[in-house]
């Protein structure tokens, strides 16, 4: 079974470029979420979904970020205007939303921005 | 959602169970422990969850204390590939299963 497909893989990017990182999360799982990870905060949840629906984007980290999923199968995260300081591992995940179904995460997308 | 404390790293050898524990003092009666691992360069993975009872499945072993203040992942025979950071999580699967990342355990199996 196809897990989490993220893409792209890598992104090397100057600052100030759009970057837009894409989610395709597990069939039939109607819960997504978007991790960051970095050497110094760890990993840290940035926002997630329930049917298609943004629920908590408490952890973005400013409105140089946003995150939209037009339907079940697909997410984007944009951040408009690109900085050094975003440059971290973006990983997707998503989950059934009941009970306590675990989440399965994509193997990330690593981003430098110079 | 409940802090967790786990060791910093630990080795395991080859062949052996590799024992990780974690401490979740103030974990709340509708909190579930989840356990996770990293490989270096991959998303975190999936291992096992649970409320109260042990659970076993096909990867590994979760003891959860009767007072449920402590728990146990057990790896009944480690090999080199499941060197990786091993993170115990405490979640409330009410609010969206929302997961709370520490620092985790770094095991390394060697030969």
């Known amino acids: 079974d196809a897990g989490v497909i993220q893409s792209p893989r890598h992104e090397v990017t100057e600052m100030g470029q759009e970057v837009t990182l894409r989610c395709k999360p597990i069939?039939?799982?109607?819960?997504l979420f978007w991790y960051r990870q970095t050497m110094m905060r760890g990993l840290e949840l940035l926002i997630y979904?329930?049917?298609?629906?943004?629920?908590?984007d408490s952890g973005m980290p400013e409105d140089r970020f946003s995150a939209k999923m037009p339907n079940a199968s697909f997410s984007t995260l944009k951040i408009q205007p690109s900085e050094p300081r975003d440059s971290a591992v973006y990983f997707c995940?998503?989950?059934?939303?009941?009970?306590?179904?675990?989440?399965?995460f994509g193997d990330g997308t690593r981003l430098s921005i110079l | 959602d409940a802090k967790t404390t786990q060791p910093t790293s630990m080795d395991c050898a080859e062949g052996r169970a590799a024992n990780l524990p974690c401490n979740h003092s103030?974990?709340?009666?509708?909190?579930?422990v989840y356990w996770y691992r990293q490989i270096h360069s991959q998303g975190p993975q999936y291992i096992i969850h649970?409320?109260?009872n042990n659970e076993t499945n096909e990867m590994a072993s979760l003891i959860i204390t009767e007072d449920r203040k402590s728990s146990t992942l057990i790896l009944p025979h480690a090999t080199l590939r499941d060197t990786a950071v091993y993170y115990c999580?405490?979640?409330?699967?009410?609010?969206?299963?929302?997961?709370?990342f520490g620092t985790g355990t770094q095991l390394k199996v060697e030969l």
């Open positions: 999580i405490v979640s409330y699967t009410g609010g969206g299963n929302k997961l709370t």
């Open positions: 103030t974990i709340s009666g509708n909190e579930y």
């Open positions: 979904f329930n049917n298609n629906v943004p629920i908590d």
């Open positions: 995940a998503s989950r059934i939303a009941e009970g306590r179904q675990p989440q399965h």
């Open positions: 069939s039939g799982h109607n819960s």
């Open positions: 649970g409320l109260k």
